[in-house]
């Protein structure tokens, strides 16, 4: 996504089921959960991060917390999988990109390779297996709209 790009009206359309990572009133972090968006690449159900974006200068630990709660929610939607595209417009192995992909790598996600994204940008395509991870409340309290399901099926995590 172009360094331009207006971030919060990514997430203001009236169809857009954003989820976010909150602490002490702040927004760390948001995505857009997608139960099988029809991606190019990857087999089989998976539920797709769109739009992840978090604040500059945060920890790995919002990250870690957002891949924690990301394989948790897949797995309470019944699905195997969670994907993700990040922008590389580089070599995989060249940094920046490189750097972030190996502590992705270190916190469970699976690089699966490069290529066009949802967008058209080249991006790296991450894999992470779905787990529930039943203690996780006690770190994170999460409500998520549960993509393709009814309207008052909620997820708490």
Do not use: Y
Not at 15 to 21: E, I, M
Not at 91 to 100: N, R
């Amino acid at each position: 996504m172009p360094a331009q790009t207006d971030v919060p009206a990514l997430f203001r359309g009236p169809q857009t089921k954003s989820a976010g990572l909150i602490e002490d009133g702040k927004l760390l972090a948001c995505m857009v959960p997608e139960r099988d968006p029809g991606l190019s690449w990857g087999e089989g159900p998976c539920l797709f991060l769109g739009r992840v974006h978090t604040l500059p200068d945060q920890s790995d630990d919002i990250t870690r917390l957002m891949t924690l709660w990301d394989s948790d929610f897949a797995a309470r939607l019944d699905v195997p999988l969670v994907r993700a595209e990040i922008l590389a417009r580089h070599a995989l192995q060249a940094e920046p990109i490189a750097a972030l992909l190996r502590r992705l790598t270190d916190m469970g996600w699976n690089v699966r390779g490069s290529g066009p994204g949802r967008d058209g940008d080249r991006v790296a395509r991450l894999e992470l297996t779905a787990e529930h991870r039943p203690g996780l409340s006690a770190l994170i309290n999460c409500q998520a709209h549960a993509p393709h399901l009814a309207a008052d099926d909620r997820s708490n995590a």
